[in-house]
T-cell receptor, first 114, second 114 residues
């Protein structure tokens, strides 16, 4: 397995534009997590899914953020409209279960909103 | 919900010396504590973890100790090498209104000086 795959690796967009980040979890993993990493706030959990169902989205900062997982092998995180303060590295991670197992991280998407 | 604190935020040691990073957590029901290492520009990767039924775990130069009574756990790196330079994150699997989820500490930037 190639691990968790995220795309794009880098995204530069203008304020107000829609941004879509993509993630392919490791096959067989039932949990998928979206994290945002910034210097100021560290690693923040935005949302996680179990068997494609959103379980906890309390970390999603605003209504501008939305996430979907239409099937077990694909998830998206969308920001519409984007703002400069959304600039961060967004990580997707997946795991077999949420308790007592490692979460494998993707390589991240570095988003810059200008 | 769970709150994880981590100290120090930065740590510089001479090559060959030991490094210790400490974390505290608030949720007494937390039962799984992983440590992640993130090298510059790369994804977080698990280096060691500990479950609540043990007090210490060791893997070569890395060890983790857990004190459930005091609700703190520590990462110990012995005989440090330049390649140990990275940001280290502790995490706790806590419980909130939605169920279990990981909460990460703010990270410790370790620099090993040759």
């Amino acid at each position: 397995d190639a691990g968790v795959i995220q795309s794009p690796r880098h995204e530069v967009t203008e304020m107000g534009q829609e941004v879509t980040l993509r993630c392919k979890p490791i096959s067989g993993h039932d949990y998928l997590f979206w994290y945002r990493q910034t210097m100021m706030r560290g690693l923040e959990l935005l949302i996680y899914f179990n068997n494609n169902v959103p379980i906890d989205d309390s970390g999603m900062p605003e209504d501008r953020f939305s996430a979907k997982m239409p099937n077990a092998s694909f998830s998206t995180l969308k920001i519409q409209p984007s703002e400069p303060r959304d600039s961060a590295v967004y990580f997707c991670a997946s795991s077999w279960d949420i308790a007592n197992t490692e979460a494998f991280f993707g390589q991240g998407t570095r988003l810059t909103v200008v | 919900g769970e709150n994880v604190e981590q100290h120090p935020s930065t740590l510089s040691v001479q090559e060959g010396d030991s490094a210790v990073i400490k974390c505290t957590y608030s949720d007494s029901a937390s039962n799984y504590f992983p440590w992640y290492k993130q090298e510059l520009g790369k994804r977080p990767q698990l280096i060691i973890d500990i479950r609540s039924n043990v007090g210490e775990k060791k893997d070569q130069r890395i060890a983790v100790t857990l004190n459930k009574t005091a609700k703190h756990f520590s990462l110990h790196i012995t005989e440090t090498q330049p390649e140990d330079s990275a940001v280290y994150f502790c995490a706790s699997l806590g419980q909130d209104n939605y169920g279990q989820n990981f909460v990460f500490g703010p990270g410790t930037r370790l620099s090993v000086l040759p």
